[in-house]
């Protein structure tokens, strides 16, 4: 007996999984558990690009999230990035809570900020957002660096008996460090892909593609972009306190730095593809391709960067990611929901 | 009465495109609407769902208030609209344009509880063998019958249709009539504003005429389309 006869009142069936997903799913589940045993086969140097690599991804997770998903196209993700580094140092350094419950604290203060900062923020739409953002970044940079236990303007590094706190060898601290990075990476791909999946994936890539369509469908887009916002700052604040954490030294201009947690990111999204959870994976992965390939090459790495990245956005607009979508039609991470039609007379 | 306008206006800066308009719907009516281009029919629609918010008067829907709603707020409250220019969410399948409305809209709950009632839908709006097309590769007759479908997945009370008919052939139109009378049957009331007259008067039972955001008249349709004021301003036809 079928299953549509054992349920004649179900007529239709959905599904979201594809063939490919499948095994694509298996496939980087294997990747990520050899990944989680890097300390054994790592060596130092790999480590820290690992742990670099997981903290941009999870950056572009965000800005996607938001950009690509909340239409909020902001230049200011590094406030979230330096109020997360931040406050790990304060809660770490003059709280004495234990490093790696001072990281999740210090996302949930760069969370709360983001309330204050999207009251100030959404009152402006489009360009107007964008530059809003970057002043709002830049309003934070500037009160940290007024700030004299925090070392003012030229900062402060992790007191020695912090870094100890984390683990007692450098190695193990290094594979602390690197666990962590791993984890908030692999969190944030799932987190996003968890989201999308969701009743409320359908109003973001609703409102994606047609606000004034989604509010009149009754999707409540304000809020819809007021949690995805404030989503966004949770998971950048981890992402800060992780960098910062890694780095053991902090200051305005590092943590507020528009270029590295900001531009960086904005190129990963816009090569990888905007709008997909694969984008930025590929974005990040690009990108440090590049980066290793270009090192030597000094400001003409950004020149280079940037004529990649004009000519991504002129041949591929939706990214290296949304060309593969288009040629082969494969997906890592499908979200659509495929109606199976039942035939029932 | 599900719908009153009440001396409703609209300023876009200078020009005024709605001008102390009523007029209301009853409940399980479908009303026409006709007017010039330019009358300010859609701003009226806008009105009403929530999209523009009036310089005065007031928006009621089911005895309630909703002049200060938000379009949103509209739709949970059993107002459905379809667009004149179609904005289709294009990067979504069919399937998921009506899941939006069915998880979000008038009867709103969990994604699951949608599937069968959004597919029934489709079957109805004759978008079914589409479902699992992404939206932007529909041709513009079927981008229209998307509007009409995902409004409908709202399951709403009301159902503002904006100019839906213009363009098809005759058969497609004959089609389109036969769903949105078994729409209109099924208990939802309807307001049509349409250029495709034959149409509309297959449907409606009273017609509304809009003229420079006024009220020209309304009444029976018979009555309304033998008017020498709507002749001449909808047909140019001359009064005389």
Same mark, same amino acid.
């Given at each position: ?25 298996? +496939?980087?589940?294997?990747? @990520? ?88 923020? &959404? ?15 830049? +309003?934070?940079?500037?009160? *940290? ?46 987190? +996003? ?36 916002? @404030? ?24 943590? *507020? ?9 904005? &190129? ?5 593809? @905007? ?24 400001? &003409? ?45 | ?14 020009? $005024? ?144 249709? #904006? ?6 052939? #005759? ?31 297959? $449907? ?12 020209? $008249? ?23």
């Amino acid at each position: 007996m079928t299953d549509a006869a054992m349920h004649p009142e179900k007529r239709f069936r959905v599904a979201a999984m594809t063939k490919f997903s499948r095994y694509g799913l298996i +496939v980087m589940a294997v990747i @990520v558990l050899a990944l989680a045993f890097g300390p054994l086969w790592l060596d130092r140097s790999n480590m820290r690009l690992m742990v670099e690599l997981c903290y941009m991804l999870a950056l572009a997770q965000m800005w996607n999230l938001l950009a690509g998903y909340g239409g909020l196209v902001s230049v200011g993700q590094q406030a979230f990035v330096g109020l997360g580094g931040y406050f790990f140092f304060v809660i770490a350094a003059f709280l004495g809570v234990p490093p790696l419950l001072a990281i999740p604290l210090a996302g949930l203060v760069a969370a709360v900020f983001a309330i204050p900062t999207a009251a100030v923020v &959404f009152r402006l739409k489009g360009a107007y957002f964008a530059i809003g953002t970057w002043v709002a970044a830049e +309003v934070y940079m500037l009160v *940290f660096a007024q700030i004299g236990a925090l070392g003012g303007g030229s900062g402060m590094s992790l007191p020695i008996d912090v870094v100890r706190a984390i683990a007692d060898s450098r190695d193990m601290r290094e594979a602390v460090t690197y666990w962590t990075a791993l984890g908030l990476a692999v969190g944030s791909v799932a987190l +996003v892909y968890g989201l999308l999946r969701s009743k409320y994936g359908l109003a973001l890539a609703a409102i994606r593609d047609s606000e004034p369509a989604a509010a009149s469908l009754g999707v409540d887009v304000a809020r819809a972009k007021y949690i995805v916002y @404030v989503i966004a700052a949770f998971v950048t604040g981890l992402a800060g306190a992780l960098i910062f954490l890694a780095k053991l030294r902090i200051s305005p201009d590092a943590a *507020f730095s528009v270029m590295d947690w900001t531009a960086y990111v904005i &190129f990963i999204v816009v090569i990888g593809g @905007v709008g997909r959870i694969e984008g930025p994976i590929l974005g990040t992965i690009v990108f440090f391709i590049l980066r290793g390939l270009l090192a030597d090459l000094g400001s &003409f790495y950004l020149i280079i960067l940037g004529l990649i990245a004009v000519g991504v956005m002129l041949l591929a607009p939706r990214g290296l990611w949304g060309l593969a979508v288009e040629r082969f039609g494969i997906e890592l991470f499908p979200v659509q929901r495929r109606l199976d039609m039942r035939k029932d007379n | 009465m599900l719908i009153g306008v009440e001396n409703v206006t609209k300023r876009f800066g200078a020009l $005024t495109v709605v001008d102390d308009l009523s007029f209301h719907l009853g409940e399980g009516e479908a009303l026409g609407v006709l007017g010039p281009n330019g009358a300010g029919k859609t701003t009226v629609f806008n009105l009403i769902t929530g999209a523009l918010t009036p310089d005065s008067g007031k928006v009621h829907f089911a005895g309630e208030d909703v002049t200060a709603a938000s379009p949103h707020q509209r739709c949970h409250r059993g107002i459905g609209r379809t667009h004149q220019i179609p904005h289709p969410f294009e990067q979504m399948s069919v399937f998921e344009n009506l899941l939006v409305g069915g998880a979000f809209g008038k009867t709103s709950g969990t994604e699951h509880a949608a599937y069968d009632r959004c597919g029934e839908v489709l079957e109805r709006t004759g978008l079914l063998a589409k479902a699992n097309a992404p939206a932007g590769s529909l041709t513009l007759l079927e981008r229209k019958r998307l509007e009409l479908a995902r409004a409908l997945a709202t399951n709403p009370r009301a159902l503002l249709l #904006d100019e839906i008919a213009g363009g098809l052939t #005759d058969h497609e139109c004959h089609s389109l009539v036969e769903t949105i009378q078994a729409i209109n049957a099924s208990g939802v009331s309807i307001i049509w504003i349409e250029h495709v007259v034959h149409a509309l008067l297959k $449907t409606v039972s009273r017609l509304v005429v809009i003229n420079f955001g006024k009220l020209l $008249t309304e009444g029976e349709p018979e009555e309304v389309m033998a008017d020498p004021r709507v002749r001449e301003v909808y047909m140019g036809i001359p009064a005389q």
